[in-house]
T-cell receptor, first 124, second 111 residues
Framework: DAGVIQSPRHEVTEMGQEVTLRCKPI?????LFWYRQTMMRGLELLIY????????DSGMPEDRFSAKMPNASFSTLKIQPSEPRDSAVYFC??????????????????????FGEGSRLTVL | RKEVEQDPGPFNVPEGATVAFNCTYS??????FFWYRQDCRKEPKLLMS???SGNEDGRFTAQLNRASQYISLLIRDSKLSDSATYLC????????????FGGGTRLMVKP
């Protein structure tokens, strides 16, 4: 089975250029997440979608970042203009559900996140 | 204070050793707890969920202490292949159930 597919795997660009990262979630997953990982800050949630609708973009660092999900099988994360401090690994993840209803008497739990292999971005 | 804190390590242990990591979380409303594993230059993958009563999966044991707000991961009989970064993950049930990742603890198992 195909997992979450991201492209490009690596991108090196110059400051000021536009960067577009792409993601294809696992078919049937209703939730899609964009994360950024750096040594200093670890994994940070940027934005997530439910059924193609952006639900929470409070993690998007600034207006230079934008994300879209035009359909259930495709999402993009765009940085324009890019800056050296944007250098990081950007992960896309999808999930079947945000909350898994527990059995009677047990608490609901969070759905498992399935990550893509990541897009390693270097902005010079 | 970070929402989820971990000792970054690295923990250097010989093969066959037992090693334990702790993780503390700040949101007392958190209800779901997980350990994810991330190999070098790879994506994170779910290792195991952490249940209130503690749970075991082969050589791995996870425990939860709600009173002190920490979870732990114990690895017995360490293998070279266990070398990775272990990410503690916690959700805030009253905060949209979003998962928050700790910074990870790096484990290096040596021959």
């Amino acid at each position: 089975d195909a997992g979450v597919i991201q492209s490009p795997r690596h991108e090196v660009t110059e400051m000021g250029q536009e960067v577009t990262l792409r993601c294809k979630p696992i078919s049937g997953h209703d939730y899609l997440f964009w994360y950024r990982q750096t040594m200093m800050r670890g994994l940070e949630l940027l934005i997530y979608f439910n059924n193609n609708v952006p639900i929470d973009d409070s993690g998007m660092p600034e207006d230079r970042f934008s994300a879209k999900m035009p359909n259930a099988s495709f999402s993009t994360l765009k940085i324009q203009p890019s800056e050296p401090r944007d250098s990081a690994v950007y992960f896309c993840a999808s999930s079947l559900a945000l909350v898994i209803t527990g059995l009677a008497g047990s608490m609901p739990t969070a759905g498992e996140l399935f990550f893509g292999e990541g897009s390693r971005l270097t902005v010079l | 204070r970070k929402e989820v804190e971990q000792d970054p390590g690295p923990f250097n242990v010989p093969e066959g050793a037992t090693v334990a990591f702790n993780c503390t979380y700040s949101n007392s409303a958190s209800q779901s707890f997980f350990w994810y594993r991330q190999d070098c230059r790879k994506e994170p993958k779910l290792l195991m969920s952490v249940y209130s009563s503690g749970n075991e999966d082969g050589r791995f044991t996870a425990q939860l202490n709600r009173a002190s707000q920490y979870i732990s991961l114990l690895i017995r009989d360490s293998k070279l292949s266990d070398s990775a970064t272990y990410l503690c993950v916690v959700n805030g049930y009253n905060a949209g159930n979003m998962l928050t990742f700790g910074g990870g603890t790096r484990l290096m198992v040596k021959p």
